[in-house]
Nanobody, 127 residues
Framework: QVQLVQSRGGSVQAGGSLRLSCEAS????????MAWFRQAPGSHREFVAV?????????YADSVKGRFTISRDNAANTLLYLQMDNLKPNDSAVYYC???????????????????WGQGTQVTVSS
């Protein structure tokens, strides 16, 4: 059974940085594709970034491109990271890591396609 356990989020001022992490355990094939999503109050769950198992294929939402960096470390238990720089108030949300067996690039942005989710962590950016 796959488990995704996220680190704590935090609160920063606009322009600041935070790094989120997510530790995955279970069958490796079930976290071949790993992604970050976020959800603000009253909004749908929004795609942030996705990475494949080797890290050779990465995609970002336009809203975070150039500011956020997704990465993963497959050495022992798989660790997924999201480095968030130059944070803005509208980045405030609950952030979730998610994983799946291999997904085609055209559907990697769709939260419905992911089988496993972390518990979520709050990120708050103040102006």
């Amino acid at each position: 059974q796959v488990q995704l356990v996220q680190s704590r989020g935090g609160s920063v001022q606009a322009g600041g940085s935070l790094r989120l992490s997510c530790e995955a355990s279970g069958r490796t094939i079930d976290f071949y594709t790993m992604a970050w999503f976020r959800q603000a109050p009253g909004s749908h769950r929004e795609f942030v970034a996705v990475i494949n198992q080797s890290g050779s294929r990465i995609t970002y939402a336009d809203s975070v491109k150039g500011r956020f960096t997704i990465s993963r470390d497959n050495a022992a238990n798989t660790l997924l990271y999201l480095q968030m720089d130059n944070l803005k108030p509208n980045d405030s949300a609950v952030y979730y890591c998610a994983s799946s067996s291999p997904l085609h690039v055209t559907i990697q942005h769709d939260p419905v396609k992911y089988d496993y989710w972390g518990q979520g962590t709050q990120v708050t950016v103040s102006s």
